[in-house]
């Protein structure tokens, strides 16, 4: 499975997913910050509400200054992520989702966490 999605976008912003057990790294997803806004803005607001990571993402402001930034409730978010609409996204955009999937996947798997951070 590729895991790399930033490279060739050096000196753009960039985020990474990782699935941590007892502080060591399992699995990791770089990728270019824009990736991720194309999917997160295709999430869904439920009964008016954000949730999950789309709350963060839309109301915590600074929340990427406090990088990296643990997920509380994996499940949640695997959840929200697992209802993004992907049709008509491009393969490489497909890949980035399915990548960010596997490793929240992961960290539920393995009784672990999940930190995303942007730089």
Excluded: N
């Excluded at 109301?59 to 406090?66: P, V």
Aim: a negative charge.
């Amino acid at each position: 499975m590729k895991t790399d999605f930033y490279s060739g976008f050096e000196g753009e912003p960039e985020m990474a997913f990782e699935s941590k057990k007892d502080g060591h790294v399992r699995q990791c997803v770089r990728l270019w910050y824009g990736y991720f806004y194309d999917l997160i803005h295709r999430v869904k607001a439920v009964d008016g509400e954000w949730r999950s990571l789309a709350l963060v993402y839309h109301l915590s402001e600074g929340w990427f200054d406090s990088s990296p930034w643990r997920c509380t409730d994996i499940d949640a978010a695997l959840e929200q992520w697992s209802t993004i609409d992907l049709s008509g996204l491009s393969p490489e955009r497909l890949q980035v989702h399915e990548a960010i999937r596997r490793v929240m996947r992961d960290a539920i798997d393995s009784g672990g966490e999940l930190w995303i951070s942007y730089d």
